[in-house]
């Protein structure tokens, strides 16, 4: 009997199950880096060798048939034990472990610590990746990454949370001058502020402050990150939203000040995040035990996340 496998390419294969995953021409063709014409024409030209539907199309998604409920699950284990495979055999014992992470929380938290890790681990070179852009964790861009934002899924990623990104107000020591001894959030409107409008006004929202007719003398600057605005509000004696997790040295040094328990963002935070079926390769498991350990250790953000989230704090996604 001919094997059925030899009439199939394993690249249509791999195109399918990115699919039937997906649930999207468009997000598999995102996540392959090939066009949607293209997968919508290997999808094709698998249905006609197969001489089998394998998706019922509809205008902004596709499902699954039968049939192709029964081969994307065994598309799936079969590329999840690939990959596993692959990674396995070409590891080394001097690997290179790639971090993606926030300019912000790279400058401002992981990078002084990662010589810890290096100690720890002298066998695993890490190269730490602050761009804006998201990399492809599934295509092998970074083996991890650490971004901020809201729960949710990643597809086929494993997340684990580490500790809260709300933001407060900082203020330099000539902001705090300006202040009286017992500063409430409407004193804050007479502060030189930096960042972006509509985050201030949010923040001062929280307080319960009502700012439709304020006049803030505010040089109206606005950065990409975070690290930015407060560098920037350091630089004029003014304020801007930021961590205090990330700033935990600076306020600890005198160099800012929060004033105020008055937070922006809590309901987000900042997740591992990792391929589900690399969990177990050697650098990502030692990576993912030193960073926990690191989080058990911070003092700023276990504080921070008793104040915003409450004791039960939150997990694994």
């Not at 709300?166 to 007479?190: R, S």
Request: hydrophobic share 50%.
């Amino acid at each position: 009997m001919r094997d059925p496998l030899a009439a199939i390419p394993l690249g249509a294969i791999r195109v399918f199950e990115a699919t039937a995953r997906l649930g999207s021409f468009t997000r598999a063709a995102s996540e392959l880096g090939i066009t949607q014409a293209a997968v919508s024409w290997q999808v094709k030209a698998l249905e006609t060798r197969l001489q089998v539907a394998l998706f019922v199309r509809a205008p902004r998604a596709v499902t699954l048939t039968p049939a192709g409920e029964r081969l994307a699950k065994a598309a799936s284990d079969a590329l999840t034990g690939l990959r596993t495979a692959l990674v396995e055999i070409t590891e080394t014992e001097d690997t290179v472990l790639v971090v993606t992470t926030t300019q912000s929380l790279a400058a401002r938290w992981l990078a002084g610590r990662l010589g810890r890790f290096q100690l720890a681990h002298p066998q695993i070179a890490v190269r730490l990746d602050s761009d804006v852009a998201v990399r492809d964790l599934i295509g092998g861009e970074a083996d991890l990454a650490i971004r901020g934002g809201p729960r949710r899924h990643w597809p086929s990623l494993e997340s684990t949370f580490l500790f809260t990104s709300a933001q407060t107000a900082l203020l330099t020591p000539e902001a705090m001058a300006q202040l009286g001894p017992d500063p409430c959030p409407q004193d804050l409107l007479t502060v030189r502020r930096v960042g972006a409008e509509a985050e201030w006004a949010a923040w001062f929202g929280a307080a319960g402050v009502e700012t439709v007719d304020a006049s803030p003398p505010a040089p109206r600057i606005a950065a990409d990150t975070q690290g930015l605005e407060v560098s920037a509000a350091m630089a004029i004696g003014g304020a801007a939203l930021g961590s205090p997790i990330l700033f935990a040295e600076d306020i600890a040094a005198g160099r800012l000040s929060q004033p105020l328990d008055v937070y922006i963002g809590a309901d987000a935070g900042y997740w591992l995040l990792y391929p589900k079926d690399r969990r177990r390769t050697r650098k990502i498991a030692a990576f993912r035990e030193w960073l926990l350990a690191e989080v058990a250790l911070d003092e700023p953000a276990a504080k921070l996340l008793q104040r915003v989230v409450g004791p039960d704090g939150a997990g694994e996604g």
